[in-house]
């Protein structure tokens, strides 16, 4: 079987604690790289960008450091610490998995170079990106959004705590409904959050499809990058 276009999926931080003061549980962390293993393959590879939040947002900063930029650095910094709970995550459950990020840093993090990373996609390893797009004022979103383009994925798998796009916010509109499809310009026309305003306008300028899922739910992560995935999907 020929192998198909990578998949990205987008991990926020906070899918990898539990509740109360630790950043990193464990049993989260195992959790998620078990359901990434277990959706990649050899004919489906896997690209993972992860957020940092469940440590810190340099947005929480704001107006508390010499210049803006520093917080954004701060939480780059905390994108990496969880990329290599990740890598470390799939490599102890038999997996093969790589951190890469804009700049190397030793036993951290390979630089991005893209034929390395498509060349160990092919080999079916998992390669992590942490350290954000490398560039302060943009999100992990936005580096999704870039480096699924970059590697020619096959559609951006956005992990949310909500199972999809709905016609109003589901925790407070019993009436709101979920849409299984919508094009760019339907979700523009409906406002509807599914990225920053910069990550998806680069998913619709390079026709890369975003799925919204919620990941979770035992086993979405797995589901999300089969057959028949869950979720709602934007796309042309």
């Not at 604690?17 to 790289?33: F, N, P, T, Y």
């Not at 306008?201 to 979405?220: K, Q, S, Y």
Request: glycine share 12%; charged share 20%.
């Amino acid at each position: 079987m020929a192998q198909r276009a990578p998949l990205l999926l987008k991990v926020s931080g906070e899918a990898l604690k539990a509740s109360g003061d630790s950043i990193l549980q464990a049993e989260m962390v195992d959790r998620v790289c078990g359901e990434i293993i277990a959706g990649a393959s050899a004919e489906q590879p896997v690209a993972v960008v992860v957020g940092g939040g469940n440590i810190m947002r340099g947005a929480s900063l704001a107006g508390g450091t010499e210049y803006p930029a520093v917080g954004d650095y701060m939480g780059m910094l905390a994108t990496l610490i969880n990329a290599l709970a990740l890598r470390d995550g799939i490599r102890r459950q038999g997996g093969s998995s790589e951190v890469v990020a804009a700049h190397a840093i030793p036993n951290v993090a390979h630089r991005y170079e893209r034929d390395q990373v498509m060349r160990w996609l092919e080999a079916g390893t998992i390669v992590v990106f942490g350290g954000g797009t490398g560039h302060p004022f943009f999100t992990t979103d936005t580096t999704a959004a870039l480096r699924g383009a970059e590697i020619g994925a096959a559609a951006v798998l956005k992990g949310s705590s909500v199972d999809g796009v709905y016609s109003a916010d589901p925790r407070k509109d019993a009436s709101a409904t979920r849409f299984d499809h919508l094009s760019f310009d339907q979700a523009v026309a409906g406002r509807y959050a599914i990225m920053d305003q910069t990550a998806f306008a680069l998913c619709r300028e390079r026709h890369l499809p975003i799925r919204v899922f919620d990941m979770t739910e035992a086993g979405a992560i797995t589901a999300a990058l089969g057959d028949n995935p869950p979720g709602t999907l934007i796309s042309d």
